[in-house]
């Protein structure tokens, strides 16, 4: 029941029904106050500098559009860079350093999912999970960090910042700001982005199955456990027999889930994403395969304001 609520949840917000479009024009006054409340907090921000080059990558829609890989490709360029999330799904609250130069501090629980891909995915830099991004960029500079990547960092309009926006390649039919639609911003802001990346054509996913770090085949049964946002956008890199079994984007899996679920498929192989491996290998599952995820960004992309950005600060400016 859970499942088929979360999936009706973002066909309603992204590719609504005729029902939920009427449910959808029923909301707009909170959309408009929801617009309102932004385009204030927007005005009236006051950037800070911090005399160190922070790139944002962020996206305006609601859930995930390659966010944490992209970050991911674009860090792995940088000695001394720093990863700053806010680390949804985590167990803890406040700044904590969840790895310092490629040294992993804290579990999982403490992470959250994404700044534990992150910290495996980037062995040399330093990542630190915040709700308060200012007193993480400081954190980073105190380490010694010479490069910020701020991931999902647009709205934070106090921060001066280069900014990247992911635009996806299948947009939204429902164009409206929430509640009435998946836009966390209004849709005109792309304007407002530095560099602009539209996925198929900027960017692309580069999809490869792994079991136990080795590139393998799926086997005809198998079950795909997922708990990140617009789940059935992975069953388009999969063969059409796979079962998609989800949860609620950053869900912490327990026990009982993966037992009930080992139960209904006991002769299945099991198939996740990478942020959802690291909570998952925690279970032995012994037939547990990886959804590896890559980035391959088009070599057309001029990242050339990117790179006087950073430049600028190499220089002292």
């Known amino acids: 029941m859970k499942q088929k609520l979360y999936l009706w949840i973002e066909d309603y917000l992204f590719f609504p029904n005729s029902l939920q479009k009427i449910i959808s024009f029923l909301l707009l ?9 932004i385009l204030i907090k927007r005005a009236m921000a006051k950037e800070i500098e911090f005399a160190i080059p922070i790139i944002s990558v962020g996206n305006i829609i609601v859930g995930g559009s390659g966010k944490t890989p992209v970050t991911i490709k674009l860090a792995s360029k940088y000695e001394n ?3 700053i999330l806010r680390g949804y799904g985590r167990i803890s609250k406040g700044l904590f350093v969840v ?6 501090l804290v579990d999982v629980k403490t992470s959250g999912d994404e700044a534990m891909l992150l910290a495996n995915s980037l062995p040399k830099a330093t990542i630190i999970v915040s709700e308060n991004r200012i007193k993480a960029i400081l954190k980073a500079k105190e380490l010694g960090c ?10 934070k309009y ?31 802001f792309y304007a407002q982005a530095d560099i602009e990346l539209l996925e198929g054509s900027d960017f692309k996913r580069v999809i490869s199955i792994k079991k136990d770090g080795i590139q393998s085949e799926i086997p005809s049964q198998t079950v795909l456990i997922t708990a990140i946002s617009k789940p059935k956008r992975l069953l388009e890199y999969l063969p059409n027999n796979i079962e998609l079994i989800s949860f609620s984007d950053h869900y912490d899996f327990t026990l009982e889930d993966i037992s009930k679920i080992q139960e209904k498929y006991k002769d299945y192989s099991f198939l996740t994403t990478g942020k959802d491996f690291v909570k998952l290998e925690k279970f ?9 995820l890559d980035i391959k960004i088009d070599d057309e992309v001029d990242f050339s304001l990117m790179n006087e950005y950073i430049e600028s600060f190499n220089k002292g400016v």
């Open 29 to 37: 006054p909170l959309t408009f106050i929801y617009m309102l409340i």
């Open 284 to 292: 032995n599952l012994k037939n547990l395969y990886l959804m590896d």
């Open 146 to 155: 010479k490069i910020v990547f701020l991931d999902d960092g647009f709205s």
């Open 99 to 104: 790895s310092n130069k490629g040294k992993i």
């Open 158 to 188: 106090q921060i001066a910042k280069f900014n990247i926006l992911l635009r996806p390649k299948d947009e939204p039919t429902n164009v409206f700001c929430l509640p009435s639609g998946g836009y966390r911003e209004p849709k005109g």
């Open 81 to 83: 860079a720093c990863v």
